[in-house]
Nanobody, 118 residues
Framework: QVRLVESGGGSVQAGGSLRLSCAASGSTDSINVIGWHRQAPGKQRELVATIRSGGNSGDSTNFGDSVKGRFTISRANAKNTVYLQMNGLKPEDTAVYYC????????WGQGTQVTVSS
């Protein structure tokens, strides 16, 4: 079993920054993908950013089109923790942000609210 604990959400004005953190514990020996998705009211859940473990080839990152150039994702392997640095936030970034990992199956965090006001 895997447990994901998210932190760092909140409210910010447009143009501001927030940093989300997600700590994974439990059966995390073989995390293939770790990252973030988000869901705004009335919309489908969408990719924000993920890191795919590449073994000897190194990790690779993937970003949703709407956040490219503004958000960065990083990982502290020793602690199975992933960070999402969000800069240049826009009102359309307002959503519940969910931490996500994939080991033998997908796991989701409980979500953290990010609200960006204009």
């Amino acid at each position: 079993q895997v447990r994901l604990v998210e932190s760092g959400g909140g409210s910010v004005q447009a143009g501001g920054s927030l940093r989300l953190s997600c700590a994974a514990s439990g059966s995390t020996d073989s995390i293939n993908v770790i990252g973030w998705h988000r869901q705004a009211p009335g919309k489908q859940r969408e990719l924000v950013a993920t890191i795919r473990s590449g073994g000897n080839s190194g990790d690779s990152t993937n970003f949703g089109d709407s956040v490219k150039g503004r958000f960065t994702i990083s990982r502290a392997n020793a602690k199975n923790t992933v960070y999402l640095q969000m800069n240049g936030l826009k009102p359309e970034d307002t959503a519940v942000y969910y931490c996500y990992i994939y080991t033998a199956r997908p796991y989701w965090g409980q979500g953290t609210q990010v609200t960006v006001s204009s």
